[in-house]
């Protein structure tokens, strides 16, 4: 059975549920959510359930959220999704799933941050909580998140490409000129640090413009933190970012800086192709 063969409804869950972990199976159950990786179940107020659906390496990344976020989350200014149980595969559904905290909030693609100067110092301070120095055991990034932006340039060079072809760019040799200096800045050279590796707005959460928390920890790694940083470009309202670099710690340089911006750069080209994709039905696309 492929991960395709599986509708996942509330009948499922709440059997899973009643099989290894009875305790929970009668609290009330709703959909909340179908992200790119796992279908988000909310149960009862303070619980939901995440089960894998859309991608084949889903499941490891719940695995890597349920063996190392609950020791990271306590020491977070935001509210995050802490594991709490594990699902492991059965008959009934072949794949692990897990069970985390409830954290409220609108994604912010539907509802970005409004007041900047809050958002810019929750967000540092969030950062500055994060990024501490990993284990040598800690998971590396995948698509190379964490590590040195030359080692992706040509994927972004076949994005940027493409994204041009489809009049997307009005200007592309400017977005390369970005990337081409971020790529040629002197890489990290402190220890690797803990990384969220994937903010982007949908994996961020806001209230009354303001940011109420931080999901999807599935692509959690260490490496470099320019890799996170990129979010003062992607996250904040113009005129925010000034802000979010003075308020971060230890203060980026400004080799950080430039590498971060090329991380803004190929995160901002890949989201344009997702969401054009998403517009016209395409595969891999989100409106």
Same mark, same amino acid.
Not at 143 to 156: H, K, Y
């Given at each position: ?9 509330? +009948? ?22 179908? @992200?790119? $990786? ?5 149960? &009862? ?24 976020? =609950?020791?990271?989350?306590?020491? %977070? ?8 149980? %594990? &699902?492991?595969?059965?008959?009934? /559904? ?9 954290? =409220?909030? +609108? ?13 810019? $110092?929750?967000? #540092?301070?969030? %950062?500055?909580?994060? *990024?501490? =120095? ?5 998971? #590396?990034?995948? /698509? @190379?998140? &964490?590590?040195? %932006? ?17 009049? !997307?760019?009005? $200007? ?17 050279? &402190?220890?690797?640090?803990?990384? *969220? ?19 999807? /920890?599935? $692509? ?23 802000? /979010? ?27 344009? !192709?997702?969401?054009? #994709? ?10």
């Amino acid at each position: 059975m492929t991960h395709t063969e599986i509708e996942v409804t509330a +009948e499922l869950v709440r059997g899973l549920l009643r099989d290894q972990h009875p305790d929970l199976a009668d609290r009330p159950l709703r959909l909340g959510a179908r @992200g790119w $990786d796992n279908q988000l179940w909310r149960l &009862g107020d303070d619980l939901a359930v995440r089960l894998p659906w859309a991608t084949e390496d889903a499941d490891e990344l719940l695995r890597k959220e349920h063996a190392w976020l =609950p020791a990271l989350a306590p020491r %977070l200014p935001l509210p995050v999704p802490v594991p709490q149980r %594990l &699902g492991e595969p059965s008959t009934r /559904f072949p794949r692990p799933w897990i069970v985390t905290t409830w954290v =409220p909030g +609108e994604p912010a693609d539907r509802a970005p941050v409004t007041r900047g100067a809050e958002a810019a $110092d929750v967000l #540092a301070a969030f %950062l500055t909580a994060l *990024h501490r =120095p990993a284990p040598d055991e800690a998971p #590396a990034g995948r /698509f @190379g998140r &964490g590590g040195s %932006l030359a080692g992706s340039s040509s994927g972004f060079a076949r994005q940027l490409a493409l994204a041009t072809e489809m009049g !997307l760019i009005p $200007d592309p040799d400017a977005v390369r000129a970005v990337w081409d200096d971020a790529a040629a800045a002197p890489d990290w050279a &402190g220890p690797a640090v803990w990384l *969220h590796g994937d903010l982007h707005p949908a994996n961020v959460l806001t209230a009354d413009g303001a940011f109420r928390g931080v999901i999807d /920890f599935g $692509d959690l790694c260490a490496g470099d933190p320019a890799c996170d940083l990129a979010a003062a470009w992607i996250l904040l309202p113009d005129g925010a970012a000034d802000r /979010f670099h003075a308020a971060y710690r230890p203060a980026p340089d400004a080799a950080t800086l430039r590498r971060a911006r090329g991380w803004a750069v190929g995160r901002a080209v890949s989201g344009i !192709l997702i969401g054009e #994709a998403g517009v016209r039905g395409r595969p891999g696309g989100k409106p």
